[in-house]
């Protein structure tokens, strides 16, 4: 029988099959040949006890990918949650968290939250800020469940990653786009206007035989010093149709005279915000200590 893992605690493993979710242990050999079953894995099981749903995994079907943070496999996409107020997005950590996926070779999607108590100025300002940037964007509700057919639409037939900080909802639109997950939902703050870490581990929810979810901890910052600066700019997508009015080959779009970005950035096809955060990851790139 083959089933997808939609679970991993202490050793065990829960996977999604046609009859139900069976409870795995992984047979030794994945350990002796130091082989780790991921939450997305699609893998071959045994029943060992059918009534009770429990078995072995006996083998893990090749991965499409395998992804570090967060651990999972056969990852398609990934849904990229903010708040568009209560708390009012990052930029820089947003834009943090679409170089991870880049990275990761993975397609993003931007989901702004709290459609329902966000002003038009707040509006106005993320799709001046993101409406340029080459990724599809979406302005939900999940508490008045606005806009939730439309994220269906993106993650019909995907295995989607739902990335994002702490209470910005993306447990409210999970709950909303499959209920049986229950999860719990955090309270914002007070003090310092941020969630709680409700989500202890990463978990894949089924919306059909074909299409799933994973929800992943909140993350309060993304270290990308393990890439080079000169990698930087492949993450902005946007940059891509303009430099070829660089003069330079290898314009890093910073300081050098007739690049084709910052025309783009002067004509305003290309968003400030996001280039100003491009600036300020480079230089912190630059920057670093190589030990």
Sequence with gaps: MQGKIVK???????VHTAVGQVECKAKGIFRKE???PLVGDNVEIELVDEPELIGNIIGILPRSNALIRPAAANIDQ????FAITRPSPNYNLLDRFLITMEKQ??????????KDIAGDKELMELKDAYGKCGYQVLFVSGAAKEGMEEIRQCLQSKTTVVAGPSGVGKSTIINSLCPKANMEIGEISRKIGRGKHTTRHAQLFALSDDTFIMDTPGFTSLNLMNMEKEELKECYPEF???EKECRFVGCS???EPECGVKSALAQGAVSRVRYENYTVLFEELKNRKKY
């Design 8 to 14: 991993g605690i202490a050793g065990f493993y829960y």
């Design 34 to 36: 130091k082989i780790k």
């Design 78 to 81: 990934a849904l990229v949650i």
């Design 105 to 114: 070779g993975l397609p993003s999607v931007i989901c702004f939250n709290k």
């Design 240 to 242: 891509a149709s303009y």
């Design 253 to 255: 779009h910073i300081s």
